[in-house]
C-alpha cells in the first residue's frame, strides 16, 4: 500500500515536472499512467506543444517500450481534448509541420493503443 503511494506521488511529480518543460501554451497537462511509463519528447527550440485537454501516456496491456514524440523547427503539436498513448508509439512532426490530435466529441477520449507510428508532414 505505501509502495503504490509512493509511486502514484512520483508519477504525479514526474507529470508535472513534463507538463511544465515540454508544454508551451493551452490549458492542458502531460499524465503519466504510472511512473514507469517510458516517454522521450524532443523539441526543437522553435517548436511548440499546445495542450487544451490531457496528453495521457497509459502502456498497453502492461506493455513497456518506450513513446516517442519528436518535434523538428518550427513544428506544432496541438492536442484538443484528451488523448491516450500506448506504449510504443512514434510521432513524428517535420520542421513546419503541425499536427493535431484529438476528439472527445462522444467518447472520453481518443488515442492510439501500442506499437505505432504517426508522422507529420
Same mark, same amino acid.
Given at each position: 500500500? $505505501? ?8 508519477? =504525479?511529480? @514526474?507529470?508535472? &515536472?513534463?507538463?511544465? $518543460? =515540454?508544454?508551451?501554451?493551452? !490549458?492542458? @497537462? #502531460?499524465?503519466?499512467? *504510472? ?5 522521450? #519528447?524532443?523539441?526543437? /527550440?522553435?517548436?511548440? #506543444?499546445?495542450?487544451? %485537454?490531457?496528453?495521457? =501516456?497509459?502502456?498497453? &496491456?502492461?506493455?513497456?517500450? @518506450?513513446?516517442?514524440?519528436? +518535434?523538428?523547427?518550427?513544428? @506544432?503539436?496541438?492536442? $484538443? ?8 508509439? /512514434?510521432? =513524428?512532426? *517535420?520542421?513546419?509541420?503541425? +499536427?493535431?490530435? %484529438? ?5 472520453? !477520449?481518443?488515442? $492510439?493503443?501500442?506499437?505505432?507510428? !504517426?508522422?507529420?508532414?
Amino acid at each position: 500500500m $505505501i509502495m503504490k503511494f509512493i509511486e502514484s506521488v512520483l508519477s =504525479f511529480l @514526474r507529470s508535472k &515536472f513534463m507538463t511544465k $518543460i =515540454f508544454v508551451d501554451n493551452g !490549458t492542458g @497537462r #502531460i499524465k503519466l499512467a *504510472n511512473v514507469f511509463v517510458k516517454v522521450k #519528447i524532443n523539441k526543437e /527550440k522553435t517548436s511548440k #506543444i499546445k495542450l487544451n %485537454g490531457k496528453l495521457i =501516456f497509459l502502456p498497453h &496491456f502492461g506493455g513497456n517500450a @518506450r513513446t516517442s514524440i519528436i +518535434l523538428g523547427k518550427n513544428s @506544432r503539436l496541438i492536442v $484538443i481534448g484528451d488523448f491516450v498513448q500506448g506504449d510504443g508509439i /512514434k510521432i =513524428f512532426i *517535420n520542421a513546419n509541420a503541425e +499536427l493535431i490530435i %484529438g476528439g472527445c466529441d462522444s467518447e472520453p !477520449t481518443s488515442g $492510439i493503443t501500442s506499437n505505432s507510428l !504517426t508522422h507529420g508532414i
